[in-house]
């Protein structure tokens, strides 16, 4: 496997889309002093390269009064059964099977820190739940395009 470092224009053509999905070409070509053209021919290369691989839309929690936001590392005896689980959490707003030192990754968001605990306990106590990790935010949304390293 080759690994390809992303030049500046690759990044702030990721970093605009990761602001809004659907930004217009002409405007990141204006950002990366390049033509539209060379714009859609990066993106669509980063596409083949499998560097860009589709969208995901998260909405805002704060918008929802959900000021306090978290991301779970969990290690489960059975992955799927954890999914469904979550699939049933209002407060659960994405999670996703990872490969590494943990199974699943998910972001949650609740309206104050008591509701947090809450679910954080109401998850640790799960029987398939064999390690916890998690990393609360409150005030600032760390899930912001300029909080991701590129």
């Known amino acids: 496997m080759v690994t390809k470092l992303l030049d500046d224009s690759e990044k702030t053509i990721i970093l605009n889309l990761l602001v809004n999905a659907r930004t217009r070409y002409n405007k990141i070509a204006d950002q990366c002093q390049l033509s539209v053209s ?3 021919q990066k993106h669509k290369q980063m596409q083949e390269d ?3 691989t589709g969208s995901t839309l998260i909405q805002d929690p704060r918008k929802d009064g959900k000021n306090i936001i ?4 969990i290690d489960v005896t059975r992955i799927s059964s954890l999914m469904k689980i979550f699939e049933k959490m209002e407060e659960i707003l994405f999670y996703t099977h990872t490969m590494g030192r943990y199974d699943i990754y998910a972001i949650a968001a609740c309206e ?3 509701k947090m605990n809450t679910l954080i306990i109401e998850i640790k106590n799960l029987a398939i739940v064999k390690n916890f990790v998690t990393n ?5 949304y760390m899930m912001l395009p300029e ?4």
């Open 70 to 73: 978290a991301s779970f590392n």
């Open 112 to 114: 104050n820190l008591e």
């Open 38 to 40: 060379r714009v859609i």
């Open 50 to 52: 499998g560097i860009i």
């Open 147 to 150: 909080n991701i390293e590129l």
């Open 136 to 140: 609360i935010w409150a005030g600032q």
